[in-house]
């Protein structure tokens, strides 16, 4: 992702979310820009995933208001999604495919960076040698890298990671501090998590 990436500006105004009786979270305002990482920490049912749900454009806010700008053009929710690579311990994978069939699965439906290749996209996961293992066979940390890799190299402006490191062992959780360091820059990257590791890249956090 280089200077020519999409600027994306996210502004939140008085946004609350409510589940039944239950309120999430109460009158945030807070704004998002492209070329940081933000951090998102806090007890779990805070808000968490939550918070990113409704930055995706997945979940609507029960009151205030999320708007986004592409380049400083208004654009509406609906278009969010082409912006957005998305990762998150309950995004559901099809667990027959292999390795190599996952990733041309994901960057079938979001493009891949220009840079890459599924090839190379092995080689950067460091799973060349499983390629051709199925996702239910995998280790855990060996799926969670997939799942990194498939938002990681998209070609989107829009970066949400929810927990990145939750499976990764300390060898891995470095090479994807790495990757990010990498492939976070112009992007508007925001990561839900109360791991300092994931947390010691971002330029703010916020607690909910
Ligand atoms: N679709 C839903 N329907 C009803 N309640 C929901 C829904 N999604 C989330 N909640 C509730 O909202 C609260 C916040 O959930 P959320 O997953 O955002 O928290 P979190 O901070 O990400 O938690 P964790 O650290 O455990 O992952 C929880 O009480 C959860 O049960």
């Known amino acids: 992702m280089?200077?020519?990436?999409?600027?994306i500006d996210v502004q939140l105004d008085n946004v609350s979310k409510r589940f039944g009786r239950e309120w999430v979270i109460k009158q945030l305002s807070v704004h998002y820009s492209s070329g940081?990482?933000?951090?998102i920490q806090g007890r779990n049912g805070s808000g968490k995933s939550t918070l990113l749900r409704m930055l995706a454009g997945q979940l609507s806010p029960s009151r205030g208001q999320v708007s986004y700008t592409v380049d400083g053009q208004s654009?509406?929710?609906r278009d969010v999604y082409r912006l957005v690579s998305w990762t998150g311990p309950y995004l559901e994978i099809i667990e027959e495919l292999t390795v190599a069939e996952s990733l041309a699965f994901h960057f079938g439906l979001k493009p891949l960076l220009a840079e890459l290749t599924i090839e190379g996209v092995l080689d950067r996961i460091e799973l060349r040698d499983y390629r051709m293992r199925s996702l239910q066979d995998c280790s855990s940390g060996m799926r969670q890298r997939v799942l990194l890799a498939t938002a990681l190299y998209a070609d989107t402006p829009m970066l949400l990671l929810d927990e990145p490191t939750?499976?990764?062992?300390?060898?891995?959780?470095?090479?994807?501090a790495g990757e990010l360091k990498r492939y976070a820059p112009g992007r508007l990257t925001v990561v839900a998590s109360n791991d300092p590791r994931d947390l010691a890249s971002c330029t703010t956090v916020l607690t909910l």
């Open 75 to 77: 654009i509406g929710v």
């Open 2 to 7: 280089g200077a020519e990436a999409a600027r």
């Open 166 to 176: 939750v499976t990764l062992d300390a060898a891995a959780a470095k090479w994807f």
């Open 36 to 39: 940081s990482i933000y951090g």
